[in-house]
């Protein structure tokens, strides 16, 4: 089993910036593909970025490609998200999750594991 935990999260106005963290325990995640997620009061979760095991590849949404950036620190068994520009729009709950594979994708199901999340709130 692999527990993750958000941080970072919280209020920060407009074009501000925020650095989550997702700290993993229980087992290594050094060989799962990581993944970034967000969901906002009344819509579906959304895929934000992913990271393969050994950070050669990484993808973002149209929407934060640019701004945000995904990283992850193996031996820190930890994945970060920098979100910088952020806009209202950006305002959600955001979670970290581990793939079953090594490669991510952008779909819900390809994640085994969650976080709580972590709010993060943008004032225009």
């Known amino acids: 089993q692999v527990q993750l935990v958000e941080s970072g999260g919280g209020l920060v106005q407009a074009g501000g910036s925020l650095r989550l963290s997702c700290a993993a325990s229980g087992r290594r995640i050094s060989m799962n593909a990581m993944g970034w997620f967000r969901q906002a009061p009344g819509k579906e979760r959304e895929f934000v970025a992913r990271i393969s095991w050994d950070s050669s590849s990484t993808y973002y949404a149209e929407s934060v490609k640019g701004r945000f950036t995904i990283s992850r620190d193996n031996a820190k068994n930890t994945v970060y998200l920098q979100m910088n520009s952020l806009k209202p729009e950006d305002m959600a709950v955001y979670y970290c999750?581990?793939?079953?594979?090594?490669?991510?994708?952008?779909?819900?199901?390809?994640?085994?594991?969650w976080g709580q999340g972590t709010q993060v709130t943008v004032s225009s």
């Open positions: 999750a581990a793939a079953r594979r090594g490669y991510g994708s952008r779909l819900t199901t390809e994640y085994d594991y």
